[in-house]
C-alpha cells in the first residue's frame, strides 16, 4: 500500500517535471506575444508614469517590491521580515526593534502574501500587511512612507501562512498556522500530533490608526491551514480559511495527507467570535508575544511585549465553525467580488469546486451536517454546492476575479492560468505560462472592485527565459492584457526573490499621499539636533554619542578626538536637508552594521566599537551633490588606557 502510494507520487513528480520542462521555443519574438502591440502595450514613455502600483512578496527573500505596472520597472525593495543593508533596516539603532521577537532578534523570515487595506471592500492604499511565514508574524507599511511601521507576532503558530488576509473594512487581518503543533508549546512525542496538536486561527484587530492587536485566537483541531480570504457583501462577517492534512498525520505528508477524498474549507463567523468575546465566553492563555512599532514622531521603533491572549475553543462555542468539504487538499481558497462563491482550489485535482454562501447558510439553517469533528459540524458537500468548474487543467492553485463576472485560476502543474465564468462555470480561455504558475494577481482581483484590465501571474520557473545566471534563475511575472475576451501576453519580468501573491492599486491612490521629506520641527527623535549650533560629543562611562547633522556637502563635526578602543560610539545623524529626494548616506570604516541611508529631516544613529588606536575615516554613501566626494571625516581613537581629551569641530576658526 505504501509502497504503491509512493509510485503514485514518482509518475506526478514525472508528470510534473516534462511539464515544466516543455515549450523552450515559446519566445517573445515569435510566440504569443502579437509583434507590437504589446510593446506599445506596456511601453511608459521615459518621463510618463505608470496606471498602477503592484506589491509583490519576496517569499525567501523577506521582503516586498514595488513595480509599476504595466510598465513591469522596479521602484522599490521595501525591507520588512529581513535585514536590509541599503537601507540600514535591522541595523540602524532606530529599526532593531523591529525585527525583535520572542525568539530574540531574527534577521530574516519568509513572506508571502502581500494585502492592501480596504474600505467598503476596496482597496483604500492606506496600508499594506504581509505575512512572516517562518517565525509567525504579521508586519504593516505605511504607504504614505513604504516603510514597515509594525510587525506583531503571533503566538501558539507555527508557520503563518493562511495570512494576513484582511476583512471588508480592515476590521481584522487574519492569522492562520500552517503547522499544527502543540498548544501551548511543550516537550512531547510527534507521534501524539493527531488530535493533541492544534491549529491557532488568529484575528488581529487593526485600529483606525494601523495599529494591530490580537483580538483573539480561535484553537482549531491540528490540520494545516493554508490560505484564507474574508467574505465580502453578503458574506462580510465570515473569514474561510482552507486546510489540508485533516488526516493528520506528522510524516511523509505527500502521501499521507493526500488520503482523504476531501479535507475542508473552515468558515469562521467573526461576529459570533465578537459576540463570546463581548460575553466574557473566552479563555485567557497565558501567551507572550512581542508587538514592535516604529513612531515616525520618535523615529524609533520599540518592542512592547504582551503576555495573554483571548482564546474561543469551536467545541464551546456553537455557531462560530463550520467546515465546507472541499476535494483535493484545497490550496487558495478565494471569495468572488458579490462575496456569494467561494472557490476552493484543490490543488490534486483537476476541477475547482465552487460553494454558494447562500446555500452554506441555508445548510447551517436546516443543520444538514453530514459529520461532526472535535465538535466542529461538517455541512453537506452537496447542499452547499454551487458548481464545478471543469477546467481540464491540472493543479488548481489560485484564483482572482475581473469586474466582468470572470474568473481567473493558476494551474501549476499544467502551467497555465484559465479564465472561466463565474456562475455558469464554463471555461472561456487558457493561457500557458512559462512556467510553472503559483500566485496569479488582478488590481483589486481578491476584493469587491477589482480594476480588472491586467492580470499578472507569478512563476516559479524561468529557466531558457532569461539569461542564465548560473544554478540560480530568478522567479518571474507574466503580464496578460485581460481587457478584451482572450488573455493576451505583453510582458515577462524577473521579480525579486519569490513572489507568492501580489497586490495592485490604481497609481493615484498613493501617489497624492506619498510623503517628500521629515519635516525637521516635527523630528522628535531623542537624539536629533535641529541646527549645526547643537553639535556635540557626550561621553557617559564607555558610551559616547555624537551629535553628528549631514547637510550637502558635509557633517558636522567632520573631525573628532578623544574617543578609545572599547567605547561604544552612538554616531547620532541628523539629516538637515528640507528637499525631496535628498538623502545622506553615513559609513565608517570597520562598522559591523551596514551604512545609515538618512533622509531628510531624519535621525539615524550607527554603532560602532573602534578597535584599534588610529585615525578612522567616515564618509557619505549616497551620492547626493556636486561635492559628494568631499563629505567625508575623521574619528580619532586613542588607546583603552589613555586619557584623550573630546574635542569636535568643524571647518578651521580663521
Ligand atoms: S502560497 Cu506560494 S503559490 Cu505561500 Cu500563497 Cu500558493
Ligand atoms: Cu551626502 Cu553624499
Keep these: ?88 533596516y535591522g541595523f540602524n539603532e532606530e529599526t532593531k526593534p523591529m525585527l525583535e521577537t520572542s525568539h530574540g532578534f531574527l534577521p530574516w523570515d519568509d513572506s508571502h502574501h502581500p494585502e492592501l487595506s480596504q474600505t467598503d471592500g476596496v482597496p483604500d492604499g ?70 493533541k496538536f492544534k491549529g491557532a486561527l488568529s484575528y488581529v484587530k487593526v485600529a483606525d490608526d494601523g495599529r494591530m492587536d490580537i ?66 465566553n473566552y479563555e485567557e492563555m497565558n501567551s507572550s508575544y512581542l508587538r514592535n512599532f516604529y513612531d515616525e514622531e520618535t523615529q524609533m521603533a520599540t518592542s512592547e511585549k504582551m503576555e495573554k491572549v483571548k ?65 466542529i459540524p461538517v455541512l453537506n458537500f452537496d447542499a452547499t454546492l454551487a458548481g464545478i468548474v471543469k477546467s481540464t487543467g491540472l493543479g488548481p492553485l489560485h484564483t482572482e476575479f475581473d469586474d466582468k463576472g470572470n474568473a481567473y485560476t493558476t494551474f501549476f502543474i499544467t502551467s497555465e492560468v484559465i479564465k472561466w465564468k463565474v456562475g455558469t462555470w464554463e471555461v472561456l480561455d487558457r ?20 480594476w480588472g484590465k491586467y492580470m499578472l501571474a507569478l512563476n516559479k520557473i524561468t529557466k531558457d527565459r532569461y539569461l542564465p545566471t548560473g544554478p540560480e534563475v530568478n522567479q518571474s511575472a507574466q503580464l496578460f492584457d485581460i481587457s478584451g475576451d482572450k488573455m493576451e501576453l505583453i510582458l515577462d519580468f524577473p521579480t525579486v526573490g519569490e513572489p507568492h501573491y501580489a497586490q495592485a492599486i490604481p497609481a493615484e491612490l498613493i501617489m497624492e499621499n506619498s510623503k517628500q521629506f521629515y519635516k525637521l520641527e516635527e523630528n522628535h527623535h531623542p537624539h536629533a539636533i535641529k541646527s549645526e549650533e547643537d553639535i556635540k560629543v557626550v561621553r557617559e562611562g564607555n558610551v559616547v554619542r555624537i551629535y553628528m547633522t549631514s547637510i550637502r556637502s558635509h557633517f558636522a563635526p567632520d573631525n573628532i578626538e578623544g574617543i578609545k578602543v572599547g567605547d561604544e560610539v552612538y554616531f547620532h545623524v541628523t539629516n538637515l536637508e528640507q528637499d525631496y529626494d535628498v538623502p545622506h548616506g553615513f559609513a565608517v570604516m570597520g562598522a559591523r552594521n551596514s551604512e545609515l541611508l538618512i533622509m531628510p529631516g531624519q535621525t539615524e544613529t550607527l554603532l560602532w566599537r573602534p578597535q584599534y588606536p588610529g585615525v578612522i575615516p567616515f564618509y557619505c554613501s549616497d551620492f547626493c551633490s556636486a561635492l ?17 581629551e573630546l574635542k569636535w569641530s568643524v571647518g578651521t576658526d580663521e
Design 215 to 280: 483580538a483573539f485566537q480561535i484553537l482549531m483541531p491540528g490540520f494545516n491551514y493554508d490560505l484564507a480570504h474574508s467574505g465580502k457583501g453578503l458574506s462580510h462577517g465570515w473569514t474561510f480559511f482552507s486546510s489540508y492534512n485533516t488526516e493528520e498525520s506528522n510524516t511523509l505528508l505527500e502521501v499521507e495527507a493526500s488520503k482523504n477524498d476531501k479535507d475542508f474549507i473552515a468558515a469562521i463567523n467573526w461576529k459570533v467570535a465578537e459576540q463570546y468575546i463581548a460575553d466574557g
Design 311 to 375: 482564546v474561543l475553543k469551536p467545541e464551546d462555542c456553537p455557531g462560530l465553525v463550520y467546515f465546507l468539504p472541499c476535494p483535493k487538499s484545497p490550496h487558495g481558497v478565494d471569495v468572488d467580488p458579490t462575496g456569494e462563491y467561494i472557490v476552493g482550489n484543490g490543488k490534486l485535482s483537476a476541477d475547482l469546486t465552487v460553494h454558494s454562501f447562500t446555500k452554506m447558510l441555508a445548510a447551517i439553517e436546516q443543520e444538514d451536517f453530514v459529520d461532526e469533528k472535535y465538535g
Design 628 to 644: 559628494h566626494q568631499e563629505m567625508q571625516g575623521y574619528i580619532r581613537v586613542s588607546a583603552q588606557n589613555s586619557n584623550p
Design 431 to 450: 493561457a500557458p505560462c512559462y512556467y510553472s504558475v503559483g500566485h496569479l494577481m488582478v488590481p483589486g482581483g481578491d476584493s469587491r472592485k477589482p
Design 1 to 88: 500500500m505504501k509502497v504503491k502510494m509512493l509510485q503514485n507520487i514518482a509518475g506526478f513528480a514525472l508528470m510534473l517535471a516534462l511539464m515544466t520542462s516543455c515549450g523552450g521555443d515559446q519566445n517573445g519574438s515569435s510566440g504569443p506575444l502579437g509583434g507590437g502591440s504589446a510593446a506599445q502595450k506596456t511601453y511608459v514613455a521615459p518621463g510618463e508614469l505608470d496606471e498602477f502600483y503592484a506589491f509583490l512578496s519576496g517569499g525567501f527573500s523577506g521582503q516586498v517590491s514595488v513595480y509599476g505596472l504595466p510598465s513591469g520597472r522596479l521602484f522599490k525593495v521595501i525591507p520588512v521580515f529581513s535585514v536590509d543593508a541599503e537601507k540600514a
Design 126 to 195: 492606506r496600508w499594506l500587511f504581509i505575512n512572516g511565514n517562518n517565525t509567525p508574524r504579521i508586519a504593516r507599511i505605511d504607504l504614505t512612507t513604504f516603510e514597515t511601521v509594525e510587525i506583531i507576532e503571533l503566538p501558539n503558530s507555527g508557520g503563518n501562512h493562511s495570512s494576513p488576509f484582511t476583512t471588508e473594512n480592515t476590521e481584522y487581518v487574519v492569522a492562520g498556522t500552517r503547522f499544527g503543533v502543540p498548544v501551548p508549546q511543550q516537550d512531547m512525542g510527534i507521534d501524539e500530533y493527531a488530535g
